[in-house]
C-alpha cells in the first residue's frame, strides 16, 4: 500500500515537472493569451523589434533562440502567387508553385451568394496552405468609385454592404487552414495614380458610411488575422501609420487584436509607424542582405531606428510589447499552429469552385434578338447554327498574366475559345480581330496601325459568312488597362474595339459580345449590339463557365456589383474638378461625397448604360405583394418584410431578390435608396417562395458627424424591393418611432 502510494507520488512528480519544463509559449493546451504573455517575458527587445519588419520581400522572422517560425507570406487575392525571390521581385523559378487561378474578385462579388465566397475561401485557403504561406494577402474591399481604378478587378464593387456581406465568408474560410487573410488596402485606396502619397480628404460620413464598413465587417465579422494598410494619405498622415484609422478605429474603436501589415514601401517614418499603430513592415526599399550596411532589412523603419529610439526613451517600451504581442498572437494562430489541416493544390474540387463562382458571376447585360422576328441570341443552341466565328484577343490570352501582385502562374486554364469548342466543336472557327501586345504588366505594347487595321478586315470578312459570332475582348491586365500602379487613360474600349464591333455589326447582326473586364467600359454601339455578357476575369476554369452561360447549360444569374455610367463624366468622382479625381497630385478632396455608384445616380437621376445589381436571366421572375410584419418600428425594435416571388419561365434559375430603404425626410442628405439586404434562391419553373428579410434599426442609421456616432431620425422609410437598384418591383413604407 505504502509502495502503491510512493510509486504515485514518485509519477505526479515526474509528470509535474515534465509538465513544468514545458514552456506555456509551446504548449498548445494553454489560452492563447497565456502563451503570448510568456513568449514575450522571455524575448529580448532586439528580438521583439526583429518581429516588427521584413527578413524577405514576402517573409519576416519569428524568434530562432526560442524556436518561434516565421511568417510567410503571399498574394492574393485570386490565387496563391508563384514564389518570389528573397530579396527582389522576381519569381523564383520553382517548378512546384503551380496553382488553380480563381475568378476575380469582381466576379466573386456578382455572384452575390454568401456560398460561393465561402466555396472560394476554403478553396485557395487550402492551396495556401499547402504551399506552406501563413498569411494570404487578400481580399480587397477597396469601395469601386471610378472606371478609372486600375484596380478594381480585386475589389467587390461599389456598396459597402454588398462587399461587407460577400468578404466575410472568404477570410472565414480561408482562416480555418491556420492561414490568415489580409484584408487590403486599408484604407481609401481607390484609384493607383499617385497610390504612394496621394492625401484623401473626406467627410466623416463618407468615411464611416461609404468606404470603412466593408473593412469593419471583415474584421469584426471576418475575424480576420491581419490587415494591410494602404500606400495613400488619410488627412495628412500615410495610412500605414494613421493615428485615426489604425490607432483610433481599427484598435480602439472596432477592438482588431490582429496585425497590421504595410503595403509593400508603405511605411515612412519610424516616429509614426512606432506610434500609430503598424506591426510589421514589408517592402520596403532595401538591396537586401548584401555587405553593405546601406539599405538592408535592418535599416528598414521599423528596425534599427526604433530599436534606437526605443533605447533613448523617444517612444515607449508599450509600443514595441504591443506590437509584439500581436505578431505572436499571430505566429499562434498560422505558423505555430499544430492543429492546422495539410492543404491541397489544385485538386478537382478547386476548379469545380472556380468554374461554379465563374457559372454564377456572369452578368447577362442583355439579350435581345437580332432581328424583329427571331428569338433572342441567348443561349446558343448548338443545332441552329453551322459556323460560328469566334473572334478576339481575349479568347485565348492569358489573362492570369499581368495586371500586377495579383498575377498568377497555373497548372491549367481553359480559354474562352477551348471552352466553346469543346461545346461547339468544329463548328468554331477563330480570328483574332484586333491586337493588343503581349501579356505583361508594367507596361504595353504599342501596336502598329496597319495591324490593328488588317485583323479587323481579315474578322470582318469571315463574319460576313458565319451565322453567329462571338467577340470576346474588354480589357486585360497591361498597363492602363486592369493593372496595378496605374488608373486607364479613357472609358473607352481599347485596341480599336470599338470600331471592330461597328465593322462586324456591318456584315453580320448576330453579334453576342463578351467582355472580359474588371471595368465598366463605355459602349456607344450598345443599342445595336444584340446581346452583351460581362465575363469579367475567370481565372483557370473560365472557358468552362463562358460555355455553361452562353449554351444555356447553366442559367445566368449574376448581378453587377458596380454601375456602368453611360460616359464617364456621369461618374460622381468625375462630375467635379480634377481635385475630386485623380487630385492636384497631392491632394484629392472627395466631393462626391456619401454618393458613390447607385447611390448619385439615383439621387441625381442620371440614367445609366446598366445599373448596380442588373443581371438577366434565361428566365423571367414575378414579384408579389411584399407583407410588413409591423408598419412601426420601435428605436430597439425589428421588422420582417416578406416578398413571394415566382419562377414564371420555363427553365430553373436563380434570382438575386434586393432591398433597399430609402429615409424619406431626414436633417442630413441621403441617399435615395440604399442596399441593406438580399437572398439569392433557386426556383424551378412555375415555382414559389416566400423571402423574408429582417430589417433593425441599425439598418436606418447615418453616421452624425456631430456626435460621432450612428443616428437614425423618426419618421417613414420606403422599402424598395426589386430584381436591380433601377428595376425596382415592389414598394411599401414603415415608420420609425
Ligand atoms: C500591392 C499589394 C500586394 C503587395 C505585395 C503591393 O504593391 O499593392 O496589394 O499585396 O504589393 O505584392
Known sequence: ?????????????????????????????????????????????????ALCHAQSKFSSPG?????IPELWMSDGPHGVRAEINWNDWGYAGWTNDSVTAFPALTCLAATWNPDMSAAYGKAIGEEARYRGKDVLLGPGVNIYRTPLNGRNFEYMGEDPYLAGIMCVPYIREVQKNGVATCVKHYALNNQELWRGHIDVELSDRALHEIYLPAFKAAVQKGGSWT?????????????????????????????????????????????????????????SYTNGLTSESKFTYDDYYLAKPYLAMLKSGKVPMSTVDDKASRILRLIFRTSMNRHKPFGTLTTDDHYQAARTIGDEGIVLLKNASATKKSAPLLPIAGDKYKNILVVGDNAIRMLNQGGGSSDLKVKDMISPLEGLREVYGDKISYTRGYAAGRPMYGRAEEVPQSVSDSLRIAAVKMAKDADLVILVGGLNKNNFQDCEGVDRLSYALPFGQNELIESLLGVNKNLVLVLLTGNAVEMPWVKQVPAIVQGWYLGSMGGKS??????????????????????????????????????DSIKEVYKDDILVGYRWYDTKKIPTLFPFGHGLSYTTFAYGKPQLSSKVITEDGKLTVSIPVKNTGRVSGKEVVQLYLGDEKCSVLRPLKELKAFQKLELAPGEEKLVPFTISVDDLKFYDEAKQDWKAEPGKFKVYIGSSSKDIRQTTEFELQ
Not at 5 to 21: D, F, P, V, Y
Not at 63 to 67: A, C, N
Not at 270 to 278: D, H, S
Not at 572 to 578: E, L, V
Open 227 to 283: 490587415i494591410m494598410g494602404s500606400y495613400n494619405k488619410i488627412r495628412g498622415q500615410h495610412a500605414c501609420h494613421n493615428e485615426l484609422t489604425l490607432n483610433k478605429i481599427l484598435k480602439g474603436d472596432w477592438g482588431f487584436d490582429g496585425v497590421v501589415i504595410t503595403d509593400w514601401g508603405g511605411c515612412h517614418d519610424t516616429y509614426e509607424a512606432a506610434m500609430n499603430g503598424l506591426d510589421i513592415e514589408m517592402g
Open 546 to 583: 463562358l460555355a455553361d452561360i452562353l449554351s444555356g447549360k447553366v442559367n445566368p444569374s449574376g448581378k453587377l456589383p458596380f454601375s456602368f455610367p453611360v460616359k464617364l463624366t456621369d461618374c460622381g468622382a468625375h462630375s467635379f474638378d480634377k481635385l475630386c479625381y485623380p487630385g
Open 63 to 67: 524568434v530562432p533562440r526560442l524556436g
Open 1 to 49: 500500500m505504502k509502495k502503491h502510494l510512493l510509486a504515485c507520488l514518485l509519477g505526479m512528480c515526474t509528470a509535474g515537472m515534465l509538465m513544468a519544463q514545458t514552456p506555456v509559449y509551446l504548449d498548445d493546451n494553454q489560452p492563447v493569451e497565456a502563451r503570448v504573455k510568456d513568449a514575450l517575458g522571455r524575448m529580448t527587445l532586439e528580438e521583439k523589434v
